[in-house]
């Protein structure tokens, strides 16, 4: 292989890394949301403004993590209709 070609996969290979520790701080993002259902029944979380900017973030939040993980699904799909395509041989 050279070393061109092979520079390159090891930078496409940290940055594939880099997303998978990404995709580790999920774990981390579902532990807060448990805290959030907790706070919003703290008396105060009552009035039309909260419940607005709240939604408004969640939703955003939602569409956000629905599309990430959407993404990551095409990409591995794209990634793995790539083979190797051998030229035939001559008679």
Do not use: C
């Not at 979380?45 to 990551?72: C, H, M, P």
Request: proline fraction near 7%; avoid cysteine.
């Amino acid at each position: 292989m050279p070393t061109e070609t092979k520079e390159r996969k090891e930078k496409l290979e940290a940055k594939i890394r880099e997303l998978q520790e990404i995709f580790d701080d999920f774990g981390g993002a579902k532990k807060q949301l448990a805290t959030l259902l907790k706070i919003i029944h703290n008396p105060g979380w009552t009035t039309i403004a909260d419940w607005a900017f709240v939604e408004s973030i969640r939703n955003a939040g939602r569409s956000y993590a629905q599309t990430t993980l959407k993404l990551n699904s095409a990409f591995l799909s794209a990634a793995s209709k790539v083979e190797l395509n051998p030229q035939p041989l001559p008679p």
